[in-house]
């Protein structure tokens, strides 16, 4: 079982920056594959960003690309999520999820895909 945690959260303004970290309990996340996923008011929980287990591999919906990176910190069990010009439509509960897969494999985009899930952090962005 691997427990998460997500944080980072704040209310911001329109163009400013946030670091979300999602903290996994156990070192075996270093084989995980880690995805972030949000979700607004009224919607559906959408893909965000992923890396995978050797984090060689990341993947971003189109709609953050080239404002928002995903990395990871090993020795930390730490997934951070850097958002950078961030837009009102950026308001959501982001969370972070884990599967564990083989050192190679591509992370997925889909919910289901995952099999661990943190409890969120609320991103609000607002003038």
């Known amino acids: 079982q691997v427990q998460l945690v997500e944080s980072g959260g704040r209310l911001v303004q329109p163009g400013d920056s946030l670091r979300l970290s999602c903290v996994a309990s156990?070192?075996?996340?270093?084989?995980?594959?880690v995805g972030w996923f949000r979700q607004g008011p009224g919607q559906d929980r959408e893909f965000v960003a992923a890396i995978s287990r050797n984090g060689k591999e990341s993947l971003y919906t189109d709609s953050v690309k080239g404002r928002f990176t995903i990395s990871r910190d090993y020795d930390k069990n730490t997934v951070y999520l850097q958002m950078n010009g961030l837009k009102p439509e950026d308001t959501a509960v982001y969370y972070c999820a884990t599967r564990r897969t083989i050192l190679t494999m591509s992370p997925g985009v889909q919910p289901d895909w995952y099999h661990y899930w943190g409890q969120g952090t609320q991103v609000t962005v607002s003038s």
């Open positions: 156990r070192r075996a996340v270093s084989e995980h594959a």
